[in-house]
Nanobody, 125 residues
């Protein structure tokens, strides 16, 4: 089984930046990994995903502001978040797919496989 541990969340002012990290252990690198988030009173939603060969896919509301990347040597996926807005406030969860999908966009619809425990991001002045 795969273990995922997120870090890097915290409190930041609007317009600020944070970098989230997701360290994976207990298995090989998944075909897809990604970040999802859940705000109070809302369902979990997709933020960004990355494939085993480095392809990336973003939700429309974070394009141009967030960047997903990975370091295979450290078994770690990152999410660089810039120009943060109050509506970005949520618990951010790392996900690792347990199977292949037809495309990264298919993966983004629900994620699956393994989930981290989440890290809180709060954007407020």
């Amino acid at each position: 089984q795969v273990q995922l541990v997120e870090s890097g969340g915290g409190l930041v002012q609007p317009g600020g930046s944070l970098r989230l990290s997701c360290a994976a252990s207990g298995g090989t690198f998944a075909p897809y990994m990604g970040w999802f988030r859940q705000a109070p009173g809302k369902e979990r939603e997709f933020v960004a995903g990355i494939s085993w060969n480095g392809g990336v896919y973003y939700a429309d509301y974070v394009k141009g502001r967030f960047t997903i990347s990975k370091d295979n040597a450290r078994n770690t996926v990152y999410l660089q978040m810039n120009s943060l807005k109050p509506e970005d406030t949520a618990v951010y969860y790392c996900n690792a797919a347990a199977r292949t999908y037809n495309s990264i966009s298919s993966y983004s619809r629900s994620g699956g496989g393994y989930w981290g425990q989440g890290t809180q991001v709060t954007v407020s002045s």
